[in-house]
């Protein structure tokens, strides 16, 4: 008698309910893990380019600005934190003068943080398409006649997603980071 090769009934149904219940289930992980990369990646980009505007206008500032102003063309007429105990906040008028007596400003315009100077005929933006730029201040404010003003920069910085804002019903599409930093002026 020849024994007969193959698989019972029973053993197919268990193959099948076990491959039923174990592929869904990596799935779910694959998923899971593509979603988290998807997050990770956004909030990473984010995070560059937020450094990259919070260095480079802090820089910038360190580096160039002499005085403050609230009014093109800066003059003494409209200096701010020029004396002690002196503030100014802003969202969008603050000049900066620098040793040749040229200016510059650092500016939201659309959803973009952008350096505009007396120098250049255009703005340069800061940050990419892929990141919106919201809540940005500035302002000033000086503690003592002997110590430089210190500048209040602070903005709101998120990733884009298909809709063209920064909401989302899927939490691991939205990505956003609040900066904010005080920068002191150099005593030239």
């Not at 000086?142 to 209040?152: E, I, L, T």
Request: one cysteine or more; glycine letters at 6%.
């Amino acid at each position: 008698m020849g024994v007969k090769k193959g698989f019972t009934l029973i053993e197919t149904i268990v193959v099948l309910v076990v491959l039923s219940l174990t592929i869904p289930t990596i799935f779910a992980i694959i998923f899971g893990i593509v979603r988290q990369q998807t997050k990770i990646y956004r909030l990473s980009k984010v995070k560059e380019e937020g450094d990259f505007i919070l260095n480079t206008t802090a820089t910038l500032i360190k580096n160039s600005a002499l005085s403050i102003h609230s009014g093109n063309p800066p003059s003494d007429a409209n200096e701010e934190c020029a004396s002690s105990g002196e503030s100014y906040s802003s969202t969008s008028r603050l000049f900066f003068k620098d040793q040749e007596g040229d200016w510059f400003r650092i500016l939201l315009s659309s959803d973009k943080i952008s350096s505009y100077s007396s120098s250049t005929t255009t703005s340069v933006f800061l940050n990419s398409g892929k990141t919106i730029v919201s809540g940005l201040s500035i302002g000033c404010d000086r503690v003592a006649d002997y110590s430089p003003p210190v500048v209040n920069l602070s903005f709101d910085i998120c990733y884009v997603v298909s809709t063209g804002n920064c909401t989302s019903t899927r939490p691991e599409e939205t990505a956003s980071l609040h900066y904010q930093t005080k920068i002191k002026l150099r005593n030239f």
